[in-house]
């Protein structure tokens, strides 16, 4: 069965400090990935997403994330982070053709302001 | 712009009761997701639909049926109510046409509560 690891479950920052959250994803097909982001709250929101393509995609609030095809991987990064990224971060996969989308377990981010 | 509409927002049901969820997605998305997300837990896929057939099927209890109709719109449905059930019930839509259908939109959420 596909599953979606992500390494880190909680993670506290100071402001400035750079982020990278872990995520694997184990299925053998090809596969369409995403970063959701969910505020304290509120519903979930895209930050970016993988299709096809230059592996090194670039979303929302100077997020960016790296596909790695051989590692299974496809980390969340961001080179400075501020207070209001404090939220839950889901990463996603679904199966290409298919409709079925897999979360993460999610990783909560706290940044001290 | 618009986005999914969920409603209710906030239910509260006693155990052995039925619940009726319904999702409105963006105009002219023709897929409906549904997702339940308890807490602290990340969200779990039940079921899909699209252009009204049902279109992958996830870890939805026999005792929850849902349906799309010919306006989109999805109305999920629960019976028997448990304990258990008590999440936040996402719905998301997308195009289901080539590889914009794999650009989910949630809507807020029903947050559910049996007593």
């Known amino acids: 069965a596909q599953s979606v690891s992500q390494h880190n479950h909680h993670v506290i920052l100071s402001e400035a400090a750079s982020l990278e959250l872990g995520c694997n994803y184990s299925?053998?097909?090809?596969?369409?990935l995403f970063w959701y982001v969910q505020y304290p709250g509120q519903h979930l929101q895209l930050l970016l997403k993988?299709?096809?393509?230059?592996?090194l995609v670039k979303g929302i609030k100077g997020f960016e994330a790296e596909f790695i095809k051989s590692k299974f991987s496809f980390n969340l990064r961001k080179p400075s982070v501020q207070w209001s990224d404090t939220a839950e971060y889901f990463c996603?996969?679904?199966?290409?053709?298919?409709?079925?989308?897999?979360f993460g377990a999610g990783t909560r981010l706290f940044v001290k302001a | 712009a618009a986005g999914v509409i969920q409603s209710p927002r906030h239910l509260i049901k006693e155990k052995r009761e039925t619940a009726t969820l319904k999702c409105y997605p963006i105009?002219?998305?023709?897929?409906v997701y549904w997702y339940q997300q308890g807490p602290g837990q990340d969200p779990q896929f039940l079921i899909s639909?699209?252009?009204?057939?049902?279109?992958d099927k996830g870890s939805i209890p026999d005792r929850f049926s849902a349906q799309q109709f010919s306006d989109y719109h999805s109305e999920l449905n629960m019976s028997s109510l448990e304990l258990g059930d008590s999440a936040l019930y996402f719905c998301?839509?997308?195009?289901?046409?080539?590889?914009?259908?794999?650009?989910?939109?949630f809507g807020p959420g029903t947050r559910l509560t049996v007593t």
């Open positions: 996603a996969v679904t199966i290409t053709g298919g409709f079925k989308t897999i």
């Open positions: 299925y053998g097909g090809t596969v369409n």
């Open positions: 998301a839509s997308s195009l289901g046409r080539w590889e914009a259908s794999y650009e989910q939109y």
């Open positions: 105009p002219r998305h023709d897929t």
């Open positions: 639909f699209y252009e009204k057939m049902q279109s």
């Open positions: 993988y299709f096809s393509g230059d592996p």
